[in-house]
């Protein structure tokens, strides 16, 4: 399975876009891309999952290019309720989901 | 209603006890799972059931013994805790193994002393 490499922390203030990115180098054609949120004291929460270009749904977009060895997540205008910690998944099939050590996004007001 | 319920949301123990977290869903997945977060906040996936039978099981300690009673319900019991067992444990579902959407439960802590 793909290792997937995502920055510790970030921060951001309320109303900005931001945008995390992860690479994967090592992802394989029948791997896709997965992303989930995780507030404190609760399990991870979905997000959103793509294999190649963009995806967008009420959350969030998801950007793929097309060498497909990194994925951005894109939040517009994030408030302090985003404040999370953000995991980005490669999986092929999706009972052998792994999830890395994640991105703490921090909301400031 | 609860999509994916634990019981219990805290276990406090001493070490060399038994003890059994249960977990349930009501969404109609086919498929469970049970990871451990550590205190370092990776999480691992220990056991997956597909209608109640067991494809994964990853080099978690025969202590660990997770029961499927039906596809509804994946519980997870621990023999001879250890200091190292203490962490939260989570339960998953997702419709099948294909699936890359998981509902997650809010997650049991347990604390070995």
């Known amino acids: 399975l793909a290792k997937t490499t995502q920055p510790i922390s970030m921060d951001s203030y309320e109303g900005q876009e931001v945008n995390i990115t992860c690479s994967h180098n090592n992802i394989a054609t029948n791997d896709y891309i997965t992303w989930y949120q995780q507030f404190p004291s609760q399990g991870p929460r979905f997000i959103i999952q793509?294999?190649?270009t963009k995806v967008t749904n009420e959350v969030a977009s998801l950007f793929i290019p097309a060498d497909r060895k990194s994925s951005t997540l894109s939040l517009p205008r994030v408030s302090l309720s985003d404040t999370a910690v953000y995991y980005c998944l490669v999986a092929r099939g999706g009972f052998k989901t792994i999830f890395g050590a994640g991105t703490r996004l921090f909301v400031k007001a | 209603d609860t999509a994916v319920s634990q019981t219990p949301k805290y276990l406090v123990t001493q070490m060399g006890n038994d003890k059994s977290i249960k977990c349930e869903q009501n969404?109609?997945?086919?498929?469970m799972y049970w990871y451990k977060q550590d205190s370092k906040k990776f999480l691992k996936i220990m056991f997956s059931?597909?209608?109640?039978?067991?494809?994964i099981n990853e080099t978690v300690p025969n202590r660990f013994s997770p029961k499927s009673p039906d596809k509804a319900h994946l519980n997870l019991h621990i023999n001879s805790l250890e200091l190292g067992d203490s962490a939260v444990y989570f339960c998953?579902?997702?419709?099948?193994?294909?699936?890359?959407?998981?509902?997650f439960g809010s997650g049991t802590r347990l604390t070995v002393v």
């Open positions: 969404l109609g997945h086919d498929t």
């Open positions: 793509g294999y190649k």
């Open positions: 998953a579902s997702s419709q099948d193994t294909t699936s890359y959407g998981y509902t």
């Open positions: 059931y597909n209608n109640k039978e067991l494809i």
